[in-house]
């Protein structure tokens, strides 16, 4: 054997141990890695941080459209010990989760109208609320006529499933009588501008109009909580309703809609004779807000804050944003925010202040 090949032959095998020795270490640093990531977070009470005061979760930013970075509309709030779901669309639940909500203190979701996209994550969170919340009793809803159908469906559609998790980890468990959602009606009658639908913990929350016919009634909410407040808008055109309701608020979140990216959708779409697609396209401007609708309606409000919210199209997260505002800024010379999906605001009690985090 030469001595340049017993030379190649010493440098191959150093290569093939230092290749074993950096994919065992490599191993070793992700195994480390995983078990710390359990050990701090798995189980642990992630709220448990947070100040009294309220903190809104954007769980879900996006619209119908699919996109994998924006989960279908869907804002969770914490006020002090109590946590309240509004809306959920598709995706948003196990976002919610990642966020290290805390599942185990929900006291109710509400729903703000029954379009598809903002119920069809709503059998995911009954099951989240039930297993991870380790609830003993089914889930209060609360929604517009018609939630009773909606649950009464999803009831029936997850019948099975329950069976299975109470046969697999047992009743002690999986509390059979904590599977499910029980309906609260929600109700605003004529001449009524808001109405308090909950009232308990020193959190208050009002129910209030928005307009998205023909879709009828449609919601809009204020959450109050030791001198902090929000106002959110559910799907709506301008309402004059919810402005005066979220009047003095500290923040708004208000869904938008930009006219012109939609409307550019509508015309690739009928270029590609997708005339049916097209049609729904210039169809939808027609009950939704603008960006521009929206900062009206917190400069009327005098909110401190504004966050657009449920956006359509679902914008990808960065550049797209400032032309996706248009010229709400012109409008609206308070602070002025476009969610993205893992989103955390918190308003502490006792201060004015508003703080944004992204958690992911």
């Not at 809104?56 to 006020?79: F, K, M, N, Q």
């Not at 909950?198 to 009002?206: K, Q, S, W």
């Not at 602070?335 to 999906?341: A, G, K, L, P, T």
Request: glycine share 12%.
């Amino acid at each position: 054997m030469t001595r340049r090949r017993k030379f190649g032959l010493v440098v191959a095998s150093l290569l093939l141990i230092a290749g074993v020795i950096t994919f065992a270490s490599r191993t070793a640093i992700a195994e480390w890695l995983f078990a710390r990531a359990v050990g701090r977070s798995v189980g642990a009470d992630q709220a448990a941080a947070l100040p009294d005061g309220l903190h809104v979760y954007v769980c879900g930013s996006g619209s119908p459209l699919p996109d994998a970075d924006r989960a279908g509309p869907c804002l969770a709030v914490l006020a002090g010990k109590d946590a309240f779901v509004f809306d959920a669309g598709a995706g948003s639940i196990r976002k919610l989760v990642r966020m290290g909500f805390p599942m185990d203190r929900l006291r109710g979701a509400f729903l703000s109208h029954l379009h598809s996209d903002h119920i069809d994550g709503l059998g995911e969170l009954m099951l989240q609320a039930w297993v991870g919340g380790s609830r003993a009793t089914p889930l209060p809803v609360l929604g517009p006529q018609g939630t009773e159908e909606v649950i009464g469906g999803l009831l029936r559609a997850y019948e099975l499933d329950k069976g299975y998790r109470v046969a697999h980890h047992g009743a002690a468990v999986v509390r059979p009588s904590g599977f499910g959602a029980v309906v609260v009606p929600l109700n605003l009658s004529d001449g009524k501008v808001n109405v308090p639908v909950y009232e308990a913990g020193g959190v208050r929350i009002t129910l209030t109009r928005a307009i998205h016919d023909p879709i009828k009634p449609a919601f809009a909410f204020r959450i109050d909580y030791k001198g902090r407040s929000v106002a959110i808008s559910g799907d709506t055109v301008y309402s004059p309703d919810f402005v005066t309701t979220a009047k003095g608020a500290d923040m708004m979140f208000h869904e938008a809609l930009n006219p012109r990216m939609v409307g550019q959708l509508r015309d690739a779409l009928d270029r590609r004779g997708r005339h049916d697609a097209a049609k729904i396209m210039g169809d939808i401007p027609g009950y939704h807000a603008s960006p521009e609708d929206a900062a009206r309606a917190a400069k009327v409000a005098g909110v401190k804050a504004l966050v657009l919210y449920h956006l359509v199209p679902s914008i990808p997260p960065g550049l797209m944003e400032r032309a996706f505002v248009g010229r709400a800024g012109d409008i609206y010379t308070g602070e002025m925010r476009v969610s993205r999906d893992g989103m955390l605001v918190s308003l502490p009690a006792g201060s004015s202040a508003i703080t944004f985090d992204q958690l992911f």
